[in-house]
């Protein structure tokens, strides 16, 4: 198993911006593919952008698609979101996702999809 710690949220002003981390340990290798999720209050948890190892394939929402980027540093076995342009839509508790194995591609996203999770951190944007 590898662990999963968020780090960077807060609340923000519109059009502001944030870099949110996400450390893993432990299990290492378990995370060929990363990813970030986000979630608000009685809705289902969203797919933002994901990343493989090698860094060549990355995936994106559309509704993120242009404002966030999504990036790592496997000798830290740290991933990182750039939250940019932030609206009051991105408000939301963003969850980092680590899949074990080989995938073609970045573009997976459905939670089951991911074997490891870490608890989230809050995000909130003010008008």
């Known amino acids: 198993q590898v662990q999963l710690v968020e780090s960077g949220g807060g609340l923000v002003q519109v059009g502001g911006s944030l870099r949110l981390t996400c450390a893993a340990s432990?299990?290492?290798?378990?995370?060929?593919?990363m990813a970030w999720f986000r979630q608000t209050p009685g809705k289902a948890r969203e797919f933002v952008a994901a990343?493989?190892?090698?860094?060549?394939?990355?995936a994106y929402a559309d509704s993120v698609r242009g404002r966030f980027f999504v990036s790592r540093d496997n000798a830290k076995h740290t991933m990182y979101l750039q939250l940019n342009h932030l609206i009051p839509e991105d408000t939301a508790v963003y969850y980092c996702?680590?899949?074990?194995?080989?995938?073609?591609?970045?573009?997976?996203?459905?939670?089951?999809?991911?074997?490891?999770w870490g608890q989230g951190t809050q995000v909130t944007v003010s008008s």
């Open positions: 996702a680590a899949a074990s194995g080989y995938s073609e591609g970045a573009n997976y996203p459905l939670p089951e999809q991911y074997d490891s």
């Open positions: 432990g299990r290492i290798y378990n995370t060929y593919r």
């Open positions: 990343i493989t190892r090698t860094e060549v394939s990355t």
